[in-house]
């Protein structure tokens, strides 16, 4: 006779296989139209007529109960599709004419869908939309990332709103997808990402953003958005990533920006913006990134960018700065890139800069720059080609002797050069540019890594036409 635990303990052990079985017919239909509007891979309904009870890749089952669902016993004997993932082998591979089935968003206890290099045939677009509202209020759905399908087309849905409980939203590189960002992102208060990256979204940054308290990452890139940073920005205290690269942005740094303080990579490169820096942007400990090349900021360098501890890498190139480069830079001991090319810089390099041990990426060029460079033989060494210094008319190298330890003949060059500092070296210049154009000559090579723009001028001569 067998024990009644054992009885019981063979019920619950044999019960999930019996329910693997089951599904509601209606959501099961739900699905083999999804399944077929997206996908041709096999013959859905008559190779997996029971689609929980043997999942392909891309499927996940789950009994009722185990997320968002809920339910009674009954219920709990079925299986629920709760996550879908289309695209990308072994996933379902999208068909030549996949559409975009509005219609999986019906799936009661869809928790994860993602259309990823699905919807890809330029003689095929389809738009992505979704259902009213009121079809979309009880989802449970936590991650949708819709990512690299250049033929999906259509505004981004207003509708999006309704999906309360999403946590990660991803719709990104679908060039093809357009219009504003909806207003209502900002009821989605449980989103910790946000990336809406590479579409060709216009109109502003909505302010509403600044209601998603638990955003951790936000990028907004490459998009064509216009209009002001909108100051509630800073009310994402938890926010660590801020992409809004390659925009249509104009104004100011909000300074709410400064409140910040868990991020570690703010890019706001190619956009419209102006300077000044918020005040208290020394407050941001944790930034390791800093990069915002190409704005119209036209400001003298501020030199609290130097208390940025932990900074690696700092780019502000092509935005009109003006003024000496802070001698407080030579505290950002964590840097290992300075991009501060075409600007308006002037004034002496500051010798802290040589002291900065990480650094293997330093661009100077192109800047009014003038005075000895500051570094040392084994400054040179260690950046090698890394290190651009041209284009400034009033850099010299006053000690031959920096170059002696790094191995360049430079004794030699400078005579060739003719003893006329400054213009040979901007002769120079131009000819070093052409040499690094056609791939370098062999007799260039001996010069090895320690072969940096500046130093390279003199040892050229030799070489130069004039
Ligand atoms: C939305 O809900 C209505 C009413 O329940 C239903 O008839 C309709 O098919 C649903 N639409 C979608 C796209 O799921
Ligand atoms: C950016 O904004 C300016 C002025 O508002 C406009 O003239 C220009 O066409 C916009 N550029 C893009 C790429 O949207
Ligand atoms: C954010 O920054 C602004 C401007 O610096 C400041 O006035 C405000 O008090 C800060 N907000 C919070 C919530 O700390
Ligand atoms: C920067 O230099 C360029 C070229 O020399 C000049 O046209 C421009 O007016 C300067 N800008 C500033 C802000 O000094
Ligand atoms: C420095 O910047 C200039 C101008 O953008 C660019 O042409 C050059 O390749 C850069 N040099 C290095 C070493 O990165």
Known sequence: MVPASTALLLSLLLLPMAAAAAMDAAERETLFRVME??????????????????????LECKPAGTGAGGGNAAASALMHVTRLDFGVEPNPTCKDAAAFPPE??????????????????????TTLTLPAPANLSSSGLQQLSIRANPSLSGTMPPELASLRSL???????????????????????????????????????????????????????????????????????????????????????????ANLTSLTFLALSNNGLTGHFPPGISGLRNLQYLIMDNNPMD???????????RLQELRLASSGYSGPIPEAFGRLVSLTTLSLQDNNLTGQIPAALSRLGRMYHLNLSNNGLGGAVPFDGAFLRRLGR???????????????????????????????????????????????????????????????????????????????PY
């Open 37 to 58: 509007a997206v996908s041709a891979d096999r013959d859905w309904r008559s190779e997996s007529p029971d689609p929980c009870s043997a999942p392909w890749p891309g």
């Open 167 to 257: 946590q990660v939203l991803t719709i990104s590189q679908n060039g093809l997808v357009r219009g504003e960002i909806p207003q209502g992102i900002g009821e989605l208060t449980s989103l910790v990402r946000l990336d809406l990256s590479y579409n060709s979204l216009t109109g502003p940054v909505p302010s509403q953003i600044g209601e998603l308290k638990s955003l951790v990452g936000l990028d907004l890139s490459y998009n064509s958005l216009s209009g002001v940073i909108p100051s509630p920005i800073g009310g994402l205290r938890q926010l660590q990533k801020l992409d809004l690269s390659s925009n249509n942005l104009t104004g100011g740094i909000p300074d709410t920006v």
């Open 386 to 464: 890394n290190l651009d210094l041209s284009g400034n008319s009033g850099l010299c190298l006053e000690d031959r002797s920096i170059l002696r330890g790094v191995g360049v003949g430079v004794g030699s060059c400078r005579v060739a050069g003719g003893g006329d500092g400054d213009s040979s070296l901007l002769r120079s210049s131009a000819t070093w540019r052409g040499v690094m154009k056609r791939g370098g000559g062999s007799r260039f090579g001996l010069l090895g890594p320690a072969c940096v723009v500046v130093s390279c001028l003199f040892a050229l001569n030799e070489y130069a």
């Open 299 to 309: 400001v003298p360098l501020p030199s609290e960018l130097g208390s940025l501890a």
């Open 104 to 125: 999986v968003f019906s799936l009661p206890h869809l928790q994860s869908l993602f259309f990823v290099d699905c919807f890809t045939n330029p003689a095929a677009a």
